[in-house]
């Protein structure tokens, strides 16, 4: 049972390049996240899915796109990237349905991005 | 609206002593209530919730935390610090369909 796992663990980009960032979990999960960790700020929600067909935004979601590929997959993409994006990103799941309340999140080991 | 605030950004501690990190909340519903530990360059790692229920929980790694209503509070402790600790500790309090997240104390620990 791997949990939430995400792929690059690092990458080095240049302003103006495109990635697309993979997470999955094998919980069986309906909600997922994406966040960004920058210093002094704590945890920032990008975008979330509470369901397998859904994706809405969260607190600062301009510059990203998601896609929701499955129930097990949450990819996060930037199009064109910016320095302002260097910050380490973070993908997590959780077991309940969010008009129930969300329940604990479990957190993937995060991807560190740089943005040059 | 859902949100944290944690008293100090960074605690030192010698190893043995007490360890105590402030989080107060705000929520306009029942809150559940959530801390988190981040081991250097890990993942977040729960420690412990409150959701309903007994005030006093109890987590992983000797810590424990309680839910105080009428000071809006949840704090954490842990009554001997170990090297191990050392870590950033993150309050967390449940909305609708998201985590609102403090801003993080980081813990060091003195031999």
């Known amino acids: 049972n791997a949990g939430v796992t995400q792929t690059p663990k690092f990458q080095v980009l240049k302003t103006g390049q495109s990635m697309t960032l993979q997470c999955a979990q094998d919980?069986?999960?309906?909600?997922m996240y994406w966040y960004r960790q920058d210093p002094g700020m704590g945890l920032r929600l990008i975008y979330y899915?509470?369901?397998?067909?859904?994706?809405d935004k969260g607190e600062v979601p301009n510059g990203y796109n998601v896609s929701r590929l499955n129930k097990r997959e949450f990819s996060l993409r930037l199009e064109s990237a910016a320095p302002s994006q260097t910050s380490v990103y973070f993908c997590?799941?959780?077991?309940?349905?969010?008009?129930?309340?969300?329940?604990?999140?479990?957190f993937g080991p995060g991807t560190r991005l740089t943005v040059t | 609206a859902q949100s944290v605030t944690q008293l100090g950004s960074h605690v030192s501690v010698s190893e043995g002593a007490l360890v105590l990190l402030r989080c107060n909340y705000s929520?306009?519903?029942?809150?559940?209530l959530f801390w988190y530990v981040q081991y250097p360059n890990q993942g977040l790692q729960l420690l412990l919730k409150?959701?309903?229920?007994?005030?006093l929980v109890k987590g992983i790694n000797g810590f424990e935390a309680e839910f105080k209503k009428s000071e809006t509070s949840f704090h954490l402790t842990k009554p001997s610090a170990h090297m191990s600790d050392a870590a950033e500790y993150f309050c967390?309090?449940?909305?609708?369909?998201?985590?609102?997240f403090g801003a993080g104390t980081t813990v060091t620990v003195r031999a």
């Open positions: 997590a799941s959780s077991g309940t349905k969010f008009y129930q309340g969300s329940y604990e999140q479990y």
């Open positions: 919980m069986n999960h309906n909600s």
């Open positions: 899915s509470a369901s397998e067909g859904t994706t």
């Open positions: 929520s306009s519903v029942p809150p559940y």
């Open positions: 409150y959701t309903t229920g007994a005030t």
């Open positions: 967390a309090v449940s909305g609708e369909y998201k985590l609102s």
